[in-house]
């Protein structure tokens, strides 16, 4: 069985400067998590990690994480796939391609399977960031919309798995941003790390701080 408040209780907190204490990484933390959570959930976390792998993303892919038993692996992947199609769909047209070139179909409509009408209510913030002027921040934002989402999905989830895969998912982005942009990677983390200061008071740290 996972120890789950152990495994919160040790995430890592940030150094002075918001990096990484020395020695450690992305994988590194991983492998403290790992050490204390089951086979079973250890699983979970390889499915949620092998989404951050372009390489292995796919309708195969897709399918399968729609079908966990886990509703947070459902629901992030769901949104997941809705804003890489939403990307996609913005280059085609971009490009003057078709709009659905390329687009990710995890439904077998040779055997009858339709796609499910889900809500999207990201789908205009995400328009209004992939029409940015600049890259970086297209990506700043469409992060902050992710994380956003990362948020809403471990509401009320404080030492459970939902709380570690959610940690992991915005550790990613965390990682992502201290190669791309340090300053914007330290600030990332810093907030990270308020949220995890949050659960133990199983209330919104910085809101409680806002108010006094």
């Known amino acids: 069985m996972s120890n789950f408040e152990y495994i919160i209780a040790s995430l890592p907190y940030l150094t002075v400067d918001y990096k990484y204490e020395e020695g450690q990484g992305f994988y590194t933390v991983l492998e403290e998590i790992r050490r204390d959570l089951s086979e079973k959930d250890n699983a979970a976390l390889d499915v949620l990690l092998d989404g951050f792998d372009a390489q292995k993303l796919g309708p195969e892919f897709y399918a399968a994480a729609f079908k966990s038993s886990e509703k947070f692996l459902r629901e992030y992947f769901r949104f997941d ?34 796609a499910p009408q889900w809500e999207f209510e990201e789908q205009r913030p ?3 960031a992939l029409e940015g002027a600049s890259l970086l921040d297209r990506e700043k934002q ?65 809101g409680k701080e806002e108010n006094r």
């Open 142 to 206: 469409l992060d902050d919309i992710t994380w956003k989402k990362i948020a809403s999905l471990e509401t009320f989830h404080y030492f459970d798995l939902t709380a570690v895969l959610a940690y992991v998912a915005k550790l990613h982005i965390v990682d992502r941003w201290l190669a791309l942009d340090e300053e914007k990677g330290r600030e990332l983390f810093h907030k990270l790390v308020q949220e995890v200061k949050g659960t133990f008071a199983g209330v919104n740290y910085q």
């Open 81 to 114: 796939l809705m804003l890489r199609n939403a990307k996609v769909r913005y280059l085609n047209r971009e490009l003057g391609r078709p709009e659905e070139t390329d687009v990710v179909n995890p439904w077998n409509e040779d055997e009858g399977e339709e």
């Open 126 to 128: 995400i328009q209004l």
